[in-house]
């Protein structure tokens, strides 16, 4: 650490910025009981600091290493809408009208590219790792204690030494053999180097009304989460040194199925 007799110390400053880019268009239709709604982005956000005055600066002497995609790069966004009240046997006539009339169907599916994952490894990469016995000497650039990086303050980056693949597997979400620890440098690898999974959702529901007199109306009503229990992940280990790295971790929540009746009076 140049400033000898001193632990880490902090500073901020207006040395760092932003930029957003993206390609967004809107489309919504009604007519004849159908209402659609669909809107799309294609965007990309690129930063030297992904979190205001809640992340540190990997080098301090050369904060262009951490200018990359930010953590919350979504490059792909789409949402569509629909309800759509279906016209058949709309007054509820007779013992068919009341069967096959005041059917409502709606539902909202969302698709999203995951977000923008960077790498860390355990090990400050400037701290010697020697063991506490013995006589192996530090790796050239390190010495005890290094620069006191840790992954819960400033994460140190290991080496990107190859292309990194996208498998998109539970098992490996991308490839791991495209990293390797950092000794004696700053890592190769920079901020949000691959994405995360994505979301893929649908929820619809199944509205049935009953018109019971002028008054009156019975409303009964399934909604479906994740109507298709599509298995959605949404957690990826980017610790280097787990025995987790690179695997699916977590998932977002299966089907769930709410059922719900209303009376109107």
């Known amino acids: 650490v140049p400033y000898l007799g001193y632990s880490w110390f ?3 400053m207006t040395a760092y910025g932003s930029n957003y880019n993206s390609l967004q268009f809107s489309l919504s239709h009604r007519s004849h009981g159908l209402m659609v709604g669909i809107s799309y982005t294609w965007s990309k956000t690129l930063t030297n600091l992904s979190n205001d005055r809640g992340q540190e600066t990997y080098d301090t002497y050369n904060p262009k290493l951490d200018y990359g995609p930010s953590q919350l790069n979504q490059p792909q966004t789409f949402v569509a809408n629909y309800v759509y009240d279906l016209p058949f046997y709309a007054r509820q006539k007779g013992f068919l009208g009341h069967v096959l009339g005041g059917w409502e169907l709606s539902g909202i599916t969302q698709m999203f590219s995951g977000m923008s994952q960077t790498v860390t490894q355990a090990a400050d990469n400037f ?4 063991p506490t016995s013995g006589t192996a000497p530090c790796a050239p650039g390190t010495y005890p204690g290094g620069l006191n ?4 303050d400033i994460a140190p980056r290991p080496d990107r030494v190859a292309p990194v693949k996208m498998l998109k597997k539970q ?3 991308f490839s791991t053999s495209s990293f390797k620890d950092a000794i004696g440098h700053f890592g190769t690898s920079g901020n949000g180097v691959f994405l995360g999974p994505g979301l893929n959702l649908w929820d619809l529901s199944a509205i049935k009304n009953f ?3 002028s008054d009156v109306k019975l409303q009964f009503r399934g909604e479906f989460f994740n109507a298709f ?3 959605n992940f949404s957690g990826i280990d980017t610790g280097l040194n787990d025995s987790t790295f690179g695997q699916a971790v977590a998932t977002h929540d299966p089907r769930q199925i709410q059922i719900g009746t209303k009376l109107t009076f």
């Open 10 to 12: 902090a500073d901020r």
């Open 127 to 130: 701290d010697c790792q020697k």
């Open 149 to 152: 990086m840790d992954v819960s």
């Open 171 to 173: 098992s490996e979400w």
């Open 211 to 213: 018109n019971l007199g």
């Open 229 to 231: 229990n599509h298995t």
